[in-house]
Nanobody, 124 residues
Framework: QVQLVESGGGLVQAGGSLRLSCAASGRTFSSYAMGWFRQAPGKEREFVAA????????YYADSVKGRFTFSRDNAKNTVYLQMSSLKPGDTAVYYCAEVLSLGLHRGANEYDYWGQGTQVTVSS
């Protein structure tokens, strides 16, 4: 059984930074691509970023491009989302997800496993 556990969320002022982590267990982590999504109150879950199984390729939503960096450490079975220049509009619950594929995916319905989410709140 795959388990994904996010951590690192919290309250930060606009312009600040946070690093989210997602630890995976129960599967050969390095064989599968990962993604980050977020969901704000009253809104649908939206794609944030994706990373290939090797970590060599990343893809970002336009809204976070240049501010967020998605990386992975396959030796630690962990992915990271470094978030900088945060804005109040980034406030949401952030979820990591795993897809049983090597390549990048941006559709939430393409992902097979999800973490429980971690709250990120950016104050103005």
């Amino acid at each position: 059984q795959v388990q994904l556990v996010e951590s690192g969320g919290g309250l930060v002022q606009a312009g600040g930074s946070l690093r989210l982590s997602c630890a995976a267990s129960g599967r050969t982590f390095s064989s599968y691509a990962m993604g980050w999504f977020r969901q704000a109150p009253g809104k649908e879950r939206e794609f944030v970023a994706a990373i290939s199984a090797s970590g060599g390729i990343t893809y970002y939503a336009d809204s976070v491009k240049g501010r967020f960096t998605f990386s992975r450490d396959n030796a630690k079975n962990t992915v990271y989302l470094q978030m900088s220049s945060l804005k109040p509009g980034d406030t949401a619950v952030y979820y990591c997800a795993e897809v049983l594929s090597l390549g990048l995916h941006r559709g939430a319905n393409e992902y097979d496993y999800w973490g429980q989410g971690t709250q990120v709140t950016v104050s103005s």
